[in-house]
């Protein structure tokens, strides 16, 4: 500061003609202390550090620069604020601060906690690290720093396992529980925002016993200060620090000091004695020598001597220039490029704080400016402790970080950093591993969002990315894979020609189809015997057209569905059926009115002729083609992909479009074989030469039995069973029909020819 104010006074540009005075007081870092000071200044009462004629307003305080620690500062605020008394603090950072209507009078060179918490934050994510431990000073610097981080942290997705306090005047077994803590953690990673003094309790705590390696990040301030780097646990230490600086002179300056400038400060006289154990103008206690002017301060190796470091004192010197040049605002004019400095002229502390709001200039390549929060621009450097070659740590500069740039353009690394244990590997810090693609993240009871537990999705669900927060279900016609990662479509089954099953229901029906065709051959072959004449020939190749076509109808329900296939499936089934059952219905009836016929004095065979049995048939089976045509107008049966019944695949199958016309072409065929099975038991006892009524009989029985039981097999059967369980039905009527109704006729007609004759048919019991 001193330096500074010297360099000010020496201008010819800045306040030309003006001297600057100042006062320097050490609060001690007590908030108490600083209150105390406070008071002084505001009063104007404290003598001033520099005497002489060219100090003007002797006692008048226009600008404090301070204090370092964040409480002081909000203090000092508090009782300089009512006196529009400015204050620029170099190093206090707390967030708080930047609230005009609590502080109004406070301004900083340094960035607030708020830029430095959101770049920490940034920083921590960007190394993918979301399960940290959080430990922060017990002081408004901490506290708020912390709050500031975490929010921003909560916004990136980071946990927080534990968040505890530190202070360098706790007991030492409360410094013992968080040091416990840290080492009993499951983080790897420890955000740290806390002063330099509570770092180092808590380091030496873990000093006695060291926990497993840990990635510390760190606040400026204390992750640059030198006595820290002795720790060598700390090694890989990363965070965000005020930028380094040099201002052109200050070292001349500070290492120009010498015994005979040092009577009018106690601070540089103490500070001598301490960097050269000796005693000035007393007595030396027991142990010490007096100081006789050998001492030179050019082979002093201290942190005095060390310029490698300069942070907090180029924000001092930023802070005393901005204040300067509120003043040079408040009390110079410029005309014709003469510049003239009136250092009479009555000013208030307001007008330089109304001046201060509006700085802005150039400093030694800096730009120094102040927001409407009294904030500069946030500008930090990324530094990184490091092992060096002798094996000690040192401070290395790894990045940067600039507010002024564009968003995801202001934080970049451009140097190899070291972490924990001193390794480059990125070490890993998450509650959980991350959630692999087919699984999705579940959220611990009690727990934050970052421990979660991984849940396989179910079935016909996916999640294809890695920490998936849901299972996304497939579209109708997929399903998921094992993995559970992808959709693949469904597979369509249909009751094909490609199957076992498909096949041999094909090779049923084309079977019972040649052999209907065989035995209407064995029939036309011998068609004047009388056995064929006798059971009404021309009814029996009709029944025999009719169950090859039923045979042949079942082939429709194989194959993909299509829009003819479905439409032609049913309602071929339901006609052909229909007449295979008038032509069994019309044979039981010829054989009750023959019976009736060969009574004395009957005359029945004129009213059911061939004409009428003709008429019959064609009626009964009118009345289902009337009911198929209804229902492919109104609602035919369409071809649908049925989802419901399995998970995993697609049913294509023929949607009956009306129900009701389903069940009525099955309950018209249902009416007719109830009605032939009804006048076959009352023509089973006639006699035996006109018994065909019997094999009636067990052929309808065997029909009436398979269509019951198909009912409820029908309902219950998933898929294409469905179909297979109709075609089943169909060849099992047929097959029944034809072995009932013609193979005992074949068996006489191939192999009992004796059999075969008028007079045996004739012949009564």
């Not at 960035?111 to 922060?136: E, M």
Request: aromatic content about 10%; overall charge neutral.
């Amino acid at each position: 500061m001193i330096f500074a104010i010297k360099e000010i006074n020496n201008s010819t540009e800045l306040l030309p003609g003006i001297k600057l005075g100042y006062e320097i007081h050490d609060s001690c870092t007590s908030a108490l202390v600083a209150v105390h000071v406070a008071f002084q200044l505001s009063n104007g009462l404290e003598p001033e550090f520099n005497t002489g004629d060219n100090c003007s307003q002797s006692g008048m305080v226009m600008g404090i620069v301070g204090e370092s620690g964040s409480s002081p500062s909000i203090s000092m605020s508090r009782v300089i604020g009512p006196f529009n008394i400015p204050q620029v603090s170099h190093f206090a950072t707390c967030a708080c601060l930047s609230n005009k209507q609590q502080y109004p009078n406070f301004f900083r060179t340094v960035p607030s906690d708020n830029f430095q918490a959101d770049a920490l934050a940034k920083l921590v994510k960007h190394f993918g690290w979301t399960w940290i431990g959080a430990v922060r000073a017990d002081t408004d610097y901490g506290n708020n720093g912390m709050a500031a981080f975490l929010t921003t942290a909560q916004k990136e997705g980071i946990c927080v396992e534990y968040s505890e306090s530190v202070l360098q005047t706790f007991s030492r077994s409360k410094i013992q529980r968080v040091a416990d803590i840290i080492r009993r953690s499951t983080a790897k990673v420890v955000v740290v925002f806390a002063a330099s003094g509570d770092v180092r309790v808590l380091f030496e705590e873990l000093l006695h016993e060291p926990s497993p390696p840990r990635q510390w990040i760190g606040s400026e301030a204390w992750l640059t200060n030198v006595d820290l780097l002795r720790f060598s646990f700390s090694v890989g230490a990363i965070g965000f620090v005020i930028e380094h600086a040099e201002s052109p002179g200050l070292k001349e300056f500070l290492l120009d000091l010498s015994p005979s400038n040092l009577a009018s400060s106690a601070i540089l006289t103490e500070f001598w004695e301490d960097s050269f154990n000796c005693r000035l103008g007393k007595s030396p206690a027991p142990g010490e020598i007096m100081c006789d002017g050998t001492q030179d301060m050019q082979k002093l190796q201290n942190s005095y001597t060390d310029f490698s470091n300069l942070r907090i004192t180029n924000m001092v010197y930023k802070a005393v220039y901005a204040i300067a040049h509120a003043l040079h605002k408040t009390l110079c004019q410029s005309t014709k490029s003469v510049t003239h400095c009136d250092k009479y002229k009555g000013i208030e502390a307001k007008q330089v704080l109304t001046e201060l709001k509006k700085v802005n200039f150039t400093q030694n390549g800096y730009d120094v400016s102040f927001d409407e929060n009294g904030d500069p621009v946030p500008r930090y450097e990324l530094i990184n402790w490091q092992r060096s070659d002798s094996g000690s740590l040192e401070m290395l500069i790894v990045g940067h970080y600039d507010g002024s740039k564009p968003v995801g353009q202001q934080f970049y690394i451009n140097k190899n950093l070291t972490f924990m244990d001193g390794l480059n590997n990125l070490p890993k810090s998450v509650c959980n591993e991350n959630c692999p693609p087919g699984t999705r993240k579940a959220l611990q009871k009690g727990q934050p969002i970052c421990c979660y537990d991984c849940v396989p999705c179910a079935e016909g669900e996916i999640s294809n990315t890695t920490d998936s927060p849901d299972c996304l279900p497939c579209l109708k016609e997929y399903w998921s894979n094992t993995k559970r990662d992808t959709c693949l479509a469904k597979p369509v089954e249909f009751l094909s020609y490609d199957e076992v099953l498909g096949i041999i229901l094909a090779a049923f029906s084309v079977g019972g189809a040649s052999l209907t065709i065989m035995t209407a051959v064995v029939f036309f072959r011998h068609r004047a015997s009388p056995i064929v004449r006798a059971n009404n020939s021309e009814l029996s190749f009709l029944l025999l057209f009719s169950l090859t076509l039923c045979f042949l109808s079942s082939l429709t329900f194989i194959g993909a569905p299509s829009d003819w296939s479905c439409m032609l499936r049913h309602t071929a089934f339901g006609i052909t059926f229909v007449l295979c059952i008038a032509c069994v219905l019309g044979k039981t009836v010829v054989v009750l009115v023959a019976f009736k016929a060969t009574l004395p004095g009957s005359n029945v065979m004129k009213w059911f002729g061939p004409p009428q049995q003709r008429m019959t048939v064609v009626s009964f089976t009118f009345i289902q083609v009337l009911i198929c045509t209804l229902w492919l107008v109104i609602s035919p049966p369409t071809p649908t992909k049925n989802l419901n019944v399995y998970k995993k695949k697609i049913i294509l199958e023929c949607a009956l479009g009306s129900a009701t016309g389903f069940w009525a072409v099955l309950g018209y065929i249902g009416l007719l074989a109830v009605f032939s099975l009804v006048l076959a038991v009352r023509a089973r006892k006639l006699p035996d030469s006109f018994n065909e009524a019997k094999l009636i009989t067990f052929s309808m029985l065997i029909f009436c039995a398979v269509w019951i039981t198909f009912i409820p097999a029908y309902i219950s059967s998933p898929g294409k069973f469905t179909v297979a369980v109709e075609i089943f039905a169909i060849l099992s009527s047929s097959f029944g029909l034809i072995f009932c109704i013609f193979a005992p006729k074949c068996f006489i007609i191939l192999f009992k020819p004796e059999k075969n004759t008028k007079k045996n048919l004739m012949n009564k019991k």
